[in-house]
């Protein structure tokens, strides 16, 4: 089994930062992919930021530039820092690890809550 635990959530005002950070822990391969997600109330689940074992990344265009992901392999943590927060960042954000080997696997965290308010 694969654990991951999100923490670095809270209330942050328009303009702040916040760090998220996603700990994997259990049956984790050597190579595997990372990303986070967000989701806002009444609205789907959405990709924010993606990192791939080689440390290739990708964004959605509503956070370029203001977000920034990175992992750190020997601690199997991956990083989200968000810079220039806008209330609609508020969102539940999970991490998320997958990798295919025979089939794919695709195991979640439980989500740390982001709230962008003055």
């Known amino acids: 089994q694969v654990q991951l635990v999100e923490s670095g959530g809270g209330l942050v005002q328009p303009g702040g930062s916040l760090r998220l950070s996603c700990a994997a822990s259990?049956?984790?391969?050597?190579?595997?992919?990372m990303g986070w997600y967000r989701q806002a109330p009444g609205k789907q689940r959405e990709l924010v930021a993606g990192?791939?074992?080689?440390?290739?990344?990708n964004y959605a265009d509503s956070v370029k530039g203001r977000f920034t992901i990175s992992r750190d392999n020997a601690k199997n943590t991956a990083y989200l820092q968000m810079n220039s927060l806008k209330p609609e960042d508020t969102a539940v954000y999970y991490c998320?690890?997958?990798?295919?080997?025979?089939?794919?696997?695709?195991?979640w965290g439980q989500g740390t809550l982001v709230t962008v308010s003055s």
């Open positions: 990192i791939n074992s080689g440390g290739s990344t």
């Open positions: 998320d690890a997958h990798w295919s080997w025979g089939r794919n696997y695709d195991y």
């Open positions: 259990g049956s984790i391969p050597r190579f595997y992919d």
